[in-house]
């Protein structure tokens, strides 16, 4: 399984950045999928997660109610909204995939809020 994150970039404090992540390769035994983020010092943390049919998600506190997953079952995509974003919100963000024995990791894609 191969993931491929795109949508970063540089964004003022109160704007929205839409964050994608294409999985291709053997996606039939998807689990879960999910967005995690790290700062420069930091460690890496879950932002969130969406089920394999995108029936459940789940969020960070500090994110709830701003970001929002989503997943394209047909496009194999999962999707992260991100709306009145934070200078606190900057970080490389990761795209992750569970399936029924392994995970795998997207190379990240960097987000950094201005104020």
């Known amino acids: 399984v191969q993931l491929v994150e795109s949508g970063g970039g540089l964004v003022q404090a109160g704007g929205s950045l839409r964050l994608s992540c294409a999985a291709s390769?053997?996606?039939?035994?998807?689990?879960?999928m999910g967005w995690y983020r790290q700062a420069p010092g930091k460690q890496r943390e879950l932002v969130a997660a969406i089920t394999s049919g995108g029936g459940s998600t789940d969020y960070a506190d500090s994110v709830k109610g701003r970001f929002t997953v989503a997943r394209d079952i047909a496009k194999n995509t999962m999707y992260l909204q991100m709306n009145s974003l934070k200078p606190e919100d900057t970080a490389v963000y990761y795209c992750r995939l569970w399936g029924i024995q392994e995970t795998y990791w997207g190379q990240g894609t960097q987000v950094t809020v201005s104020s």
């Open positions: 390769g053997n996606t039939f035994s998807i689990s879960a």
